[in-house]
Structures are given as structure tokens and as C-alpha cells.
Nanobody, 121 residues
Framework: QVQLVESGGGSVQAGGSLRLSCTAS????????MAWHRQAPGKQRDLVAQ???????NYVDSVKGRFTISSDNAKNTVYLQMNSLKPEDTAVYYC???????????????WGQGTQVTVSS
């Protein structure tokens, strides 16, 4: 089983910055893929950014140039640096990881509990 602990959410004015962290713990062999999603009230949960074990990243168009996803594989932690925040970035942010329990074994997906990000105008 993998446990995910998120931190770094909060309230900020438009134009401000926040940094989210998500740390995975448990008895897994590897974390292959880490991502951040967000869900605004009344809307579906959408992908924001993702990073592979090799460091490849991609972003939803609305955050390109403002958000940066990174990871520390030694700490099994993924970060989301959010700059130039806008009111429309307000949402609950969730991290998601893909883990394996043995080499070449099946993959399993886990979600964090979510952290609230509120951007005021």
C-alpha cells in the first residue's frame, strides 16, 4: 500500500505563488509516474501536470509557463510550483502516483487526500 501526504495549499492573492508537495511512503518497489490534478466546485477532476520517472513532463495549456512540476526520487516526493496564480486556479489539488511492488510487476494508482488552493482577485 502507498500512503500519500500532501501539503502546501492555502489562500493567496492573484499573482502570488504557492508550492505543493506530495510524499509517498510504503512498501513499494518504485514510483514510476507522479501527477497533480485539480477539481473546482461542480467540475470534474482534471490533470494539471505530470512527470515520469525519467523526468519527462507535460502540462495542461492553462498552466504552461506558470506552473512547474518536479520530483525528488530519493524522497519519493513530487512538487508543484505555482506562480502567477489566477482566481481560476482555485480548486482542490490532488496528487496521483503510479507504483509497482516488484520489478516488471503490475502497476497501481493512488491518490492523495487533496489540498485546497484558493486564489482571490
Amino acid at each position: 500500500q502507498v500512503q500519500l501526504v500532501e501539503s502546501g495549499g492555502g489562500s493567496v492573492q492573484a499573482g502570488g505563488s504557492l508550492r505543493l508537495s506530495c510524499t509517498a511512503s510504503g512498501s513499494f518497489f518504485s514510483i514510476n509516474h507522479m501527477a497533480w490534478h485539480r477539481q473546482a466546485p461542480g467540475k470534474q477532476r482534471d490533470l494539471v501536470a505530470q512527470i515520469t520517472g525519467s523526468g519527462s513532463t507535460n502540462y495542461v495549456d492553462s498552466v504552461k509557463g506558470r506552473f512547474t512540476i518536479s520530483s525528488d526520487n530519493a524522497k519519493n516526493t513530487v512538487y508543484l510550483q505555482m506562480n502567477s496564480l489566477k482566481p481560476e486556479d482555485t480548486a482542490v489539488y490532488y496528487c496521483r502516483v503510479i507504483a509497482q511492488y516488484r520489478d516488471h510487476g503490475p502497476t497501481f494508482q493512488y491518490w492523495g487526500q487533496g489540498t485546497q488552493v484558493t486564489v482571490s482577485s
